[in-house]
């Protein structure tokens, strides 16, 4: 499959699951995964995923502008980073973000988010 396609599918698929559902996003992660969210890091996808569903907001919907990815080393990664902006309910003012994805391969031919970066952008 064209890295960049496959990039967009899952970015498309990540957030339209995070929005409807953070719950639903344990299984992108393994134990080995670490997030980094506004700098505070989290390892293994219960406690990412618990973290993600802690936040202080029930709906969202994020729209995202750029989608940019590369290979990651021999064993078939691929770094994912996506530009865009994230829409509370109730606020009026949608808050720009970045965040970066290094996607590692699964012996059953899909991937896991090893990395995840987060980051809100304040102007």
Do not use: W
């Not at 064209?2 to 953070?22: G, Q």
């Not at 965040?99 to 059953?108: A, D, G, K, W």
């Amino acid at each position: 499959m064209d890295p960049d396609a496959l990039a967009k599918a899952f970015v498309e698929h990540y957030y339209s699951t995070f929005d409807s559902n953070r719950a639903n996003l344990g299984s992108l992660y393994q134990e080995p995964s670490m997030l980094t969210f506004e700098g505070l890091k989290i390892q293994g996808a219960q406690r990412i995923v618990s973290h993600l569903t802690s936040l202080p907001f029930q709906q969202c919907q994020h729209t995202f502008t750029t989608v940019d990815c590369q290979p990651s080393g021999p064993a078939g990664g691929m770094l994912v980073f996506v530009s865009g902006s994230l829409q509370l309910a109730g606020e009026q003012h949608a808050l720009k973000f970045s965040q970066m994805f290094h996607l590692m391969p699964t012996p059953q031919g899909s991937f896991y988010v090893m990395n995840d970066i987060f980051r809100l952008n304040y102007a």
